[in-house]
């Protein structure tokens, strides 16, 4: 066990982990933010997705210790209240089925669009490949991004996440 310091949606903790302990069971088991998902444990299918300083990553295999010092953001990071454009883009296009993989799925498109304010299709499905939907969601999810990007930029929203500052 070791006392490991972390950032995590602008809060800081501290944690006494196992420093091999996948970020993922931190974020859930310790911290109690439950909204990031166990999908695969091998990083595969995206369900774990949280951003790391901003980028999407899998945390079911990340060990806590290489994260410490750096910012974490969870899907309860993102908006206190499902107001993000992507999350209201999902509602709107009645994304979710069984909703298992749909966290982990908002995550990876928020990064995309911080990065691409006007992704194509081709750079939506890139940016998505490795997140999967057993419920097949993917024109559904598409069709949100494409809304979420359309939305923040009429408005002019910050393309960041609320708690990235």
Not at 19 to 38: A, C, H, N, Q, Y
Not at 84 to 105: F, K, T
Not at 127 to 136: K, T, V
Request: charged share 15%.
């Amino acid at each position: 066990m070791a006392t490991l310091s972390l950032t995590i949606n602008n809060k800081f903790h501290t944690v006494e982990a196992d420093p091999e302990m996948p970020l993922l069971w931190v974020i859930r088991d310790i911290v109690g933010l439950t909204g990031t998902k166990f999908g695969c444990g091998m990083a595969q299918c995206g369900a774990c997705t949280i951003h790391l300083d901003g980028n999407a990553t899998r945390s079911c295999v990340l060990p806590v210790s290489a994260v410490v010092g750096k910012k974490i953001t969870t899907i309860e990071g993102i908006s206190t209240n499902r107001t993000h454009p992507v999350q209201q883009a999902w509602i709107e296009s009645q994304v979710p089925q069984c909703g298992y993989c749909q966290s982990g799925q908002i995550m990876s498109a928020v990064a995309l669009l911080n990065k691409n304010v006007k992704p194509t299709n081709a750079d939506i499905d890139a940016a998505m490949q490795g997140n999967i939907c057993r419920c097949g969601t993917y024109p559904r999810i598409r069709q949100a991004i494409q809304a979420a990007a359309k939305k923040m930029v009429a408005s002019n929203t910050t393309l960041k996440t609320l708690k990235d500052g």
